[in-house]
């Protein structure tokens, strides 16, 4: 049985959030193998990041990892990005999942990705359209915005209606996920089924810089996440006019679907996570809010080595 706490938050009865306790061996072993190889690399990227480091390369080195075995993949192409088509033997013809990688909007891609979207979609027999959205520094946030509104328009004319699709990302995606179904309400397009956030950036104003978080968090430093706000500050987007760069806690929420967010209680991001439960809930939308004690940043990508990363899955 899990060790799981289930809290209703005050005054937010379509807010729920689930605090899970337990720690796996493996959850142990990847955060510490992650202090030493990840947290060290992200430093080094803090002190110098308008190098040109080879970020591409990630995905490019995933590329050459076998595709699941179990999924059939079909390459399309989008207006301004590549995507996929991934389904495995159970997904339905009646539900769909846009996902949207993370990866800092600088690195990871596709490649990076397939494996758990295959996964996701034998969990949720859905297929899934992975989305290879344009990236920094050569591209703001809007294009990756109006790539991943073409995969749902691509979703559309395969057939789903708006009730069948829900938006999904981690990370940067997860940001991407929640600003997408935010932004098509805003043209007065109707809500999609819901939207799913792994360890989600929610804004781009605020980050608990507290010492505690700073000490626990297994793969980002303070420096860092200063560094990459900055960093989004400079290059997020190339609009002449200077505008603000929007984020998904301050956009109008009232008429957003209902929206599950998995986060480590220990990761820099978990305050991001935290603050959208508040909006959202605030709004009056249905939403969860998952605490993972004890995990990694992003942590359900580890899914075929961590127990926990499986059961996040399952409950998305």
């Known amino acids: 049985m899990r060790n799981t706490r289930h809290d209703v938050g005050r005054g937010q009865r379509n807010g729920v ?15 510490a193998m992650c202090r030493v190889f990840v947290k060290n690399a992200v430093r080094m990227w803090a ?48 539900r769909a999942i846009l996902y949207l990688h993370g990866g800092a909007f600088l690195t990871c891609g596709l490649n990076t990705h397939r494996s758990f979207a295959a996964r996701l979609s034998r969990s949720a027999g859905a297929e899934i359209l992975n989305v290879g959205y344009r990236m920094l520094p050569d591209h703001g946030l809007s ?19 708006w009730s069948d699709i ?29 939207v799913a956030a792994i360890s989600p950036l929610t804004t781009l104003d605020r980050h608990d810089d507290s010492p505690r978080r700073r000490d626990r968090c297994a793969m980002f430093t303070a420096r860092a996440m200063t560094s990459f706000m900055r960093y989004i500050a400079a290059h997020g987007e190339k609009n002449p006019a200077g505008q603000r760069i929007a984020s998904p806690v301050d ?30 809930t605030a709004a009056g939308v249905q ?22 990363g499986r059961r996040a899955i399952r409950d998305i």
């Open 17 to 31: 959030r689930h605090h899970h306790r337990r720690r796996s061996p493996q959850s142990k072993a990847i955060g």
């Open 47 to 94: 002190m110098q990041p308008n190098l040109h480091w080879p970020f591409s390369s990630i995905d490019q080195i995933a590329a050459l990892a076998s595709p699941p075995s179990s999924a059939t993949i079909r390459r399309v192409r989008l207006p301004s990005c590549p995507a996929e088509l991934i389904g495995t033997a159970g997904s339905s013809s009646r």
């Open 143 to 161: 294009a990756a915005l109006s790539d991943a509104v073409d995969g749902l328009r691509w979703l559309l004319r395969r057939g789903y209606h």
């Open 166 to 194: 829900v938006i999904a990302g981690d990370s940067a995606g997860g940001y991407l996920a929640l600003q997408t179904a935010a932004e098509l309400l805003r043209h007065g397009y109707p809500p999609t089924a819901g």
């Open 251 to 280: 956009a109008d929420l009232h008429q957003m679907p209902p929206v599950t967010i998995h986060v480590s209680s220990d990761e820099f991001l978990r305050p991001d996570a935290e603050l959208m439960y508040e909006r959202l």
């Open 287 to 308: 939403c969860e809010l998952h605490l993972w004690d004890g995990q990694i940043h992003d942590f359900p990508l580890a899914a075929a080595v961590l127990p926990e």
